[in-house]
């Protein structure tokens, strides 16, 4: 198994620009979420999904949209991009649906917004 | 929201010492997990332990809910111990993690 895997590693933007980040599991769980981390600071939940084709907000929403068409996948979108979201961008996922709930992560993205 | 508090924000160690850290949260929990950030930047999972005591080799995590702390002690400590160490909680459903700001931990030699 490849656990979570995400795509890409690393981007640069210019400002306005836009891109979608890839997080991919194979370990068939229910629920994925995206996450931001920022110098100094903890991971702060921006969109998370509890199932194929449901998305929530998370604590920092704004700007980011997300989609979960298949269920080992949760895409998260930026469309007009901000220095502000410049960060490195994890994504978990865990069992849900009354499994266990430990949270397992991708290695994360590096995004620089010029 | 549940706030999260994890204490010491930094600690130097010589190899071979033993470290506590603390996490406390301001609400109940049904769940509070430990991760290791390593070096590049990797976060693994160390304990799910909303509750009660666990030990994994060199590590163990206790929770005590009803005092809204937890502690992760590090016996023996090595050098790939070094990283940061995130405590994070969820109340209710879906596992919506609150995480602290970390410990940042570096064993010398």
């Known amino acids: 198994n490849a656990g979570v895997t995400q795509t890409p590693k690393f981007r640069v933007l210019k400002t306005g620009q836009s891109m979608t980040l890839l997080c991919a599991q194979d370990m068939n769980h229910e629920y994925m979420y995206w996450y931001r981390q920022d110098p100094g600071m903890g991971l702060r939940l921006i969109h998370y999904?509890?199932?194929?084709?449901?998305?929530a907000k998370g604590e920092v929403p704004d700007g980011y949209n997300v989609s979960r068409l298949k269920k080992q996948n949760f895409l998260l979108g930026l469309e007009s991009a901000a220095p502000s979201q410049t960060s490195v961008y994890f994504c978990?996922?865990?069992?849900?649906?009354?499994?266990?709930?430990?949270?397992?992560f991708g290695p994360g993205t590096r995004l620089t917004v010029l | 929201g549940i706030q999260v508090e994890q204490s010491p924000p930094d600690l130097i160690l010589q190899e071979g010492a033993n470290s506590t850290l603390r996490c406390n949260f301001s609400?109940?929990?049904?769940?509070l997990q430990w991760f290791h950030q390593n070096p590049w930047g990797q976060l693994i999972n160390l304990f799910y332990i909303p509750s009660g005591t666990k030990q994994n080799g060199r590590l163990s995590a206790t929770t005590v809910a009803t005092e809204r702390y937890s502690l992760l002690y590090i016996s023996s400590s090595q050098t790939t111990d070094s990283g940061v160490y995130f405590c994070a909680v969820a109340a209710g459903t879906a596992s919506k993690l609150t995480f602290g700001t970390g410990t940042r931990l570096q064993v010398t030699l």
């Open positions: 609400d109940s929990v049904n769940n």
């Open positions: 978990a996922s865990t069992p849900g649906r009354g499994g266990t709930d430990t949270q397992y």
């Open positions: 999904s509890v199932g194929e084709g449901t998305t």
